[in-house]
C-alpha cells in the first residue's frame, strides 16, 4: 500500500512538474510587465482584480489577470511594481482646446457671449500663431499627462501643429481643425479651411495615437451650406467630426428663431449628424433630440465645470445616461474652466447632477468613473481601442496611489477613485505601451521649459491687449 501511495505521489509531482514546465515554456516575451495593485478593468463585467498584473506587448495588452498567473506566463524586458496601487484605464478628455491653456485666466465670471467676444476673439487675433498654439499644446499634455488623461479630444487652430506635439509627447488625441465663417490664424476663407483640413486628414489618416478631424464650431458660427459640405468631406474621407452644440440658452434661442428648429434638431434635419459625431456640451437639449443622439450614433462631451463657470445650464446627463447616450466628460479649455483635471470633473459631474435632481443617488461613483473611461472613449468612438483594460486594447493606463492622507481610509474602489483621488495621486502613466510618466516624472516633454515658453507668452498677450 505504502508503495502504492509513493508511486501515485511520484506520478502526481510529476503531473505538477510538467505543467510548470508547460506554463514557464509558454511565457512570452513582453514589453512591459505591470505588477501588483488593484486592476479596475472597466471592461463590460467591470472586473476588478486585486493584486493583479497586466502584460504589454507592442503597444497592447497581452495578459491581464491575477499576478502570479501573467507574471508565469510572462518574460518581460521591463517590470512596473504597483503594489499598494490602483491600476486603471487612462482617463478620455472628451473636449478641450488644449492652445487655450495660455489664455488661462485671462478673464472670468462673464457669461460666453461676452468672453468669447470681449476677450477671447481678440486675445487670439493678437497672438495665435503656430509657435503658441505648439507652446500651448506643450503646456496642456504635460497637465493632461500628470493627471492621468492618455486621450483627449481637441479643437483649434493649427491642428497639424497640435497632432505633431502629441505624437512627440506620446498622447492620444482626436483632433480637429477650426472651420467657421470668419478669417482665423492659420486661415481666411472657408476654401483655405476645407483645403487644410483635408491635409491635415489624409496626413495624420492611419497614425497609432492621432484620429484627424474636422471640427465646424457651432451652428450659429457656420452656415448651412458649409456644414452640408463638411458633412460631405467627412463622408469622403470617413473622418471625425467635432462640433459644439447647444451650449447656451441664446445658441438654442437663436438657432430656434432661424432654423424653426432647436440646434440638434436643425443639424439632424440637414443630413449632418452621425456615428462620427461628437457634440460638445449639449447643455439646452430637448428629450426628441437626446433619441436623435442615441439614433444617430453621436458622441457628446460634457464639461461640467465649464458649464458651470460660464452659467451656460446643466446638460441633461441622467436623461442621456438612461437613453444610453455615448456621453463622456470634458474639460473644455483652460481658459474657461481653469484647468484640465479629470478628477474634479468627474467629482463635479458626479455632485452636480445629484444637486439639481434633489436625489443623491443620481450619478453615482461607478458611473462617473465609466464617463471618464469607457464611456467617454464611445463617445469619441473609440471604444474599440481604449477605455478599459482588456486583451487587445491599447496600452493606456494609470497607475494611482491609493495611500494619500485624502485617500485615507477606503472602502470602495470607485467611491476612491471619484470622490477622493486628485491628480497629484497618479503616479505613471503608459499610453499605447509607452511610459510617458513615471513616479510623476514627465518622460517625454520638459516641464521647466514649458513653463518658461507659457510665462513668456503671458508678458506678449499682456501687452497686446494694452493691460
Known sequence: MNCQIVASLTILL????????????????????????TIVTMNAERTVIENGAIAITNGKIDLIGTRGIVE???????????????????????????????FRGISDDLDLNDWLTKFIFPAEAKNVTEPFVRAGTR??????????????????YFEDAVADESKKAGVRGVLGETIIDFPVADNKTNAEMMAYSERFIRKWQNDPLIVPAMAPHAPYTVSTEHLNAIRALSDKLDAAV???????????????????????????????LSNRTIAAHSVWMTDEELDIYKRRGVGSAHCPQSNMKLASGVAPIPAMLA????????????????????????????KLHKLTSNDPKTLPAEQAFEMATIRGARALHLEKITGSLEVGKRADIAIVDLDSLNQTPYFNIYSALVYSTKATDVRTVIINGR????????????????????????KKIIQSLGN
Not at 503646456?139 to 483649434?156: P, S
Not at 462640433?243 to 428648429?261: M, N, P, Q
Not at 437613453?323 to 467629482?347: F, H, P, Q, R, Y
Open 14 to 37: 510529476g503531473l505538477f512538474q510538467g505543467i510548470f514546465a508547460l506554463d514557464k515554456s509558454r511565457a512570452v516575451n513582453v514589453d512591459i510587465l505591470i505588477v501588483g495593485g
Open 72 to 102: 508565469r506566463n510572462s518574460r518581460p524586458k521591463r517590470v512596473i511594481n504597483a503594489t499598494g496601487k490602483v491600476i486603471i484605464p487612462g482617463l478620455i478628455n472628451t473636449h478641450t482646446h488644449a492652445a487655450m491653456s495660455l
Open 139 to 156: 503646456l496642456a499634455l504635460a497637465e493632461m499627462i500628470r493627471g492621468g488623461t492618455t486621450t483627449y479630444c481637441d479643437m483649434y
Open 242 to 272: 467635432v462640433i459644439h452644440v447647444a451650449e447656451t440658452k441664446k445658441e438654442r434661442d437663436d438657432i430656434l428663431a432661424k432654423y424653426g428648429k432647436t440646434p440638434a434638431a436643425y443639424l439632424d434635419s440637414i443630413g449632418f
Open 323 to 350: 437613453k444610453d447616450v455615448a456621453v463622456g466628460i470634458g474639460t473644455d479649455g483652460a481658459a474657461s474652466n481653469n484647468d484640465l483635471n479629470m478628477w474634479e470633473e468627474m467629482d463635479t459631474a458626479a
Open 435 to 458: 511610459v510617458v510618466m513615471l513616479d510623476r516624472r514627465l518622460l517625454t516633454l520638459n516641464e521647466n521649459v514649458i513653463k518658461k515658453d507659457a510665462n513668456a507668452y503671458r
